[in-house]
């Protein structure tokens, strides 16, 4: 089974927590989904950002975060601002 550090934008202590969570190789994190990936990462790890869902993202994709299309980064910031309490329906 490959590990989830093989993935992009996926670190040692990325994979740490995702296996903490539940997601234990890059097929599971691609079945959970960056969204689902990511609330439990925050059940658990309440310090975890916006940063880690789009690396997330990006790690399902194949990407860097940082090159995710502008809509979908706006998709992954109102889910996050939705956790956070910040409003909007749930997207």
Do not use: W
């Amino acid at each position: 089974m490959p590990d989830l550090s093989t993935m992009k934008n996926i670190g040692k202590e990325m994979s740490r927590k995702l296996t903490a969570v539940g997601i234990r190789s890059p097929e599971e994190l691609a079945a959970a989904g960056a969204k689902d990936a990511f609330f439990r990462l925050k059940t658990m790890y309440p310090n975890v950002c916006l940063v880690h869902l789009y690396a997330l993202e990006g790690a399902i994709r194949d990407v860097d975060y940082n090159r995710l299309p502008d809509e979908v980064r706006e998709d992954l910031k109102a889910f996050s601002d939705y956790l956070k309490g910040k409003g909007g329906p749930n997207p």
